[in-house]
T-cell receptor
Framework: GQNIDQPTEMTATEGAIVQINCTYQTSGFNGLFWYQQHAGEAPTFLSYNVLDGLEEKGRFSSFLSRSKGYSYLLLKELQMKDSASYLC??????????WGAGTKLIIKP | IAGITQAPTSQILAAGRRMTLRCTQD?????MYWYRQDLGLGLRLIHYSNTAGTTGKGEVPDGYSVSRANTDDFPLTLASAVPSQTSVYFC????????????FGSGTRLTVV
């Protein structure tokens, strides 16, 4: 079966750095997304990785290792507004998007 | 309209009633999707459409139907609602095989009592 694993919840301090991991087992791989979802709102696009390596976009970076079936989202200089759920999703060989259950990130002052 | 519009925003529905959730996009995306999101389970695909005139079943299609008469509209119908269909429903669209990301509507919070 297809499976995406992420931690259920993480806590971090304002101003710090946090890394949210995602491991996947899917039938094929055509890319990996990270989305942010604030409570009661729709998911919004953060990043897309299809090749191995690090993609940096401001305070957020996303890393992919296809051989290990592994990705992480790195958030730097954490702000209170970063409190949200972070969803990892993989495009499989049929170009269907497989979603993880999400990681709820709690930022403390 | 900018992006995806869903209606209604929220609804309380009596069990056994029929309900259509509306979804309209103005981005001319080929593919559209309906997801339900339940606490702890993440997003689960109900139905999808890769292009106007075609539809397909996702992970949890039972009790739901869709149609795609044109590029912009993708309504989701619950023929006879049951309490287990209480959820938040998101409509999404994508183009270029999805590699440019999915755009989501703001969601419909449905409670079946």
């Amino acid at each position: 079966g297809q499976n995406i694993d992420q931690p259920t919840e993480m806590t971090a301090t304002e101003g710090a750095i946090v890394q949210i991991n995602c491991t996947y087992q899917t039938s094929g791989f055509n890319g990996l997304f990270w989305y942010q979802q604030h409570a009661g709102e729709a998911p919004t696009f953060l990043s897309y990785n299809v090749l191995d390596g690090l993609e940096e976009k401001g305070r957020f970076s996303s890393f992919l290792s296809r051989s290990k079936g592994y990705s992480y989202l790195l958030l730097k200089e954490l702000q209170m507004k970063d409190s949200a759920s972070y969803l990892c999703a993989v495009i499989d060989s049929n170009y269907q998007l497989i979603w993880g259950a999400g990681t709820k990130l709690i930022i403390k002052p | 309209i900018a992006g995806i519009t869903q209606a209604p925003t929220s609804q309380i529905l009596a069990a056994g009633r029929r309900m259509t959730l509306r979804c309209t996009q103005d981005m001319r995306h080929n593919a559209m999707y309906w997801y339900r999101q339940d606490l702890g389970l993440g997003l689960r695909l109900i139905h999808y459409s890769n292009t106007a005139g075609t539809t397909g079943k996702g992970e949890v299609p039972d009790g739901y139907s869709v149609s795609r008469a044109n590029t912009d509209d993708f309504p989701l119908t619950l023929a006879s609602a049951v309490p287990s269909q209480t959820s938040v429903y998101f409509c999404a669209s994508s183009d270029k095989g999805g590699s440019y990301g999915y755009t989501f509507g703001s969601g419909t919070r449905l409670t079946v009592v």
